[in-house]
RNA sequence: GGUCCCUUCGUCUAGCCUGGUCCAGGACGCCAGGUUUUCAUCCUGGAAACACGGGUUCAAAUCCCGUAGGGAUCACCA
């Protein structure tokens, strides 16, 4: 860090940055944090961030891409200046900004207008069909994070810039659209360090001012290799084998190829996910929101994989990043994503959220992910109640779905398992002294009204001051009641939201469940 | 394989340019103890790294050389 190589800086026009990612697949977290950082950099010098979609992949690019990146960008908060329409139903429409398209591939004329030109210069010829661009000088190009770099003649080659269809390469596109379009700093992955060589001899070709280049480094997985979609291939596949599963009730053929690694389709994927109730790796950003992450947690992570301001300041928000952002500070070496940490900066983030949010973002989720979770959403003052409990310890929102259920369930189906550990400790143990404390409380807890969490504290105070007793005494056992479990928000609160009906009904089935034991010891 | 790039605790990293203040600091995770009616939270403490080998120097994580390991790229993909 802190390159002595310091490029020199010489612009003084407005900055402007730009997104460019093409529409083949979903947006993933190393193009999120590409993203940032550009879209930082350009809020920092109040200049202009430009979504571009690099669309000339006629085979793989796809509408559906292209609107998931764009829905994805927003979910985000990441703006953008200029790009297509905001409004995803139509990015195609009424696009933003005056150098637009901003697809390339409504820009064709405009490569083919400056492919005439290299070819009319006789710096590009045509290869069968195609359009190739002489790459016969030295190149020396200047990258922030990188440095000087030097590439010899005698080891470039003369590339593509029109292919057989027409369409124009990346990296025509690329050096067209961003000198059109006024980037003056081009921020990128580093798979895109040596291509830079071409891109630097076609913009002096042309005659355009070079931008000032940022190389990222990559994100890795744990293991060290590349994070990609593919990783979601390969852990189903695993579960799969592991599970002998040998049909996913479709497409048996193309189904046993994928099991032989044959191809890597989500689909297949996704159904055996679904089928051994297995969690796939998140690797794109809707991965993150379909698992409860926040937008701001999930931005910060990514900000500190390659850079950090310099001091001990880990958690920060977006304002701190426009504020602190620069160049100098973002590593060379590749960095691994730990979704440890990942989690816990989401936990700070969720407790910190003000409880209106909250309880908005959680019951969005329920909704869209857990619909039996419908009823209670839509049930404000113990929804309410329900996010009071669950905001404190909630490392995402999805997480909740599952330490909450027991709220929703019928009361039928809380399980009480007399071979469980905590059940033996807290309800059997000592001729059964849980239960019975539990049987002793429930007539003091039917006289209860109203039936609020304050009173039901009080109640259990006192109960248990004047039998000198320890609160564990009677909270447990009515944990277990409720829940089957020994872990439950504040027992008071799951009172309150479990409302006396139920609590007591819960607390028959349970001392129902158990009047074996309590009449085998009572002898 | 050619070319280019990278290498500090398990992980993300500070420190490296401008050698001494570093027997290397922070965070996540981990371990131990404490608070709490459970879980979580919170508090305190702990283990844990300069890839290796040479050199320069009074002094090297920091400068130089080499080795090893890792990554990127070598498409009419981007």
Not at 234 to 255: E, I, N
Request: aromatic letters at 8%; one cysteine or more.
């Amino acid at each position: 860090m802190g390159n002595p190589l310091q490029c020199a800086a010489m612009t003084t026009k407005p900055i402007v940055t730009r997104f460019a990612p093409s529409p083949t697949g979903a947006l993933h977290v190393g193009g999120a944090r590409t993203a940032l950082f550009a879209w930082a950099y350009a809020r920092q010098h109040k200049g202009r961030f430009i979504l571009r979609i690099e669309d000339t992949d006629q085979k793989r690019s796809s509408p559906e891409s292209t609107k998931g990146i764009l829905r994805d960008m927003q979910w985000l908060g990441l703006r953008w200046d200029e790009g297509p329409n905001h409004a995803a139903d139509d990015p195609y429409a009424n696009q933003l900004g005056a150098n637009g398209p901003y697809f390339q591939s409504q820009r064709l004329d405009i490569y083919t207008k400056h492919i005439n030109q290299l070819i009319e210069a006789g710096l590009a010829y045509e290869d069968d069909g195609a359009i190739r661009f002489r790459m016969d000088k030295d190149v020396t190009f200047c990258d922030e994070v990188f440095g000087e770099m030097k590439i010899a003649a005698a080891d470039l080659e003369d590339f593509v810039i029109r292919k057989a269809d027409g369409f124009p390469t990346f990296h025509m596109a690329v050096v067209i659209d961003d000198a059109l379009m006024g980037v003056t700093h081009v921020i990128r992955g580093q798979e895109h360090l040596n291509n830079t060589s071409k891109h630097v001899a076609l913009l002096d070709a042309l005659g355009f001012e070079r931008p000032t280049y940022v190389h990222l480094s990559s994100i890795l997985n744990p293991d060290g290799s590349k994070m990609s979609k593919r990783d979601k291939a390969k852990v189903a596949r695993k579960a799969a084998k592991d599970a002998k599963l040998t049909s996913v009730g479709f497409d048996d053929d193309a189904f046993a190829a994928f099991l032989d690694k044959k191809n890597d389709e989500m689909k297949f994927a996704l159904a055996i996910a679904e089928q051994l109730n297995l969690d796939l790796p998140e690797i794109n950003v809707a991965d993150f929101r379909d698992s409860g992450y926040i937008p701001a947690a999930l931005l910060n992570y990514l900000a500190l994989l390659g850079w950090n301001p310099g001091d001990d300041i880990e958690q920060f928000d977006l304002d701190f990043l426009i504020q602190q952002f620069g160049f100098d500070r973002i590593g060379k070496s590749n960095s691994k994503f730990d979704r440890a940490k990942l989690l816990s900066f989401n936990s700070d983030a969720i407790s910190k959220l003000d409880t209106g949010t909250f309880s908005m973002l959680l019951g969005q989720q329920l909704v869209a992910h857990h619909p039996e979770y419908t009823d209670l959403v839509n049930d404000p003052p113990r929804f309410a109640m329900f996010c009071l409990a669950y905001q404190p310890r909630a490392h995402t929102l999805d997480e909740v779905a599952d330490m909450g259920r027991f709220f929703i369930i019928h009361n039928s189906e809380v399980q009480y398992n007399a071979d469980d550990k905590q059940v033996k400790k807290n309800l059997l143990k000592n001729n059964c002294e849980g239960l019975r404390t539990l049987a002793d409380f429930a007539t003091e807890l039917e006289q209860l009204t109203p039936f609020s969490g304050e009173d039901a504290h009080n109640l259990i105070k006192r109960y248990c001051e004047e039998r000198e007793m320890n609160m564990g005494k009677v909270a447990q056992p009515l944990r277990i009641a409720i829940s089957g479990t020994v872990v439950t928000p504040d027992i008071a609160l799951t009172l309150d939201i479990m409302g006396k009906k139920d609590t007591l009904l819960r607390i028959m089935r349970c001392l129902d469940a158990f009047s074996a034991q309590m009449e085998v010891t009572a002898e």
